[in-house]
């Protein structure tokens, strides 16, 4: 079975820091882009971060300078590195998955990418 499972939600004070997990299985994340979305209550889903095979990497103005996407294809697995938490932070962060040996996934579109996960909440304080 293919799946994504996010962790490492939580809450945690402005300042902060977190580091989320993707792990994938029933498939190899080595022939996989992954990007990181989120989406606040009320809010239009918002796409994070992204990172191709090669490990080309895209970012948020939003979290530019204190988000760090990585991978681990021996742990098949994908981090979100979330440093200098702000209030405004505060969202349910999913991963998707799209087969894409080439390239990035920044610009294809959400409801085009092929597996998502279901979620994490994070909660940045004040």
């Known amino acids: 079975e293919v799946q994504l499972v996010e962790s490492g939600g939580g809450l945690v004070q402005a300042g902060g820091s977190l580091r989320l997990s993707c792990a994938a299985s029933g498939f190899k994340l080595e022939d996989f882009a992954i990007c990181w979305f989120r989406q606040a209550p009320g809010e239009e889903r918002e796409r994070v971060s992204c990172i191709s095979v090669s490990g080309s990497t895209n970012y948020a103005d939003s979290v530019k300078g204190r988000f760090t996407i990585s991978s681990d294809n021996v742990k098949n697995t994908v981090y979100l590195q979330m440093n200098s938490l702000k209030p405004e932070d505060t969202a349910v962060y999913y991963c998707?998955?799209?087969?894409?040996?080439?390239?990035?996934?920044?610009?294809?579109?959400?409801?085009?990418?092929?597996?998502w996960g279901q979620g994490t909440q994070v909660t940045v304080s004040s």
């Open positions: 998707a998955a799209e087969f894409l040996p080439y390239g990035s996934a920044w610009y294809i579109p959400a409801h085009d990418l092929d597996y």
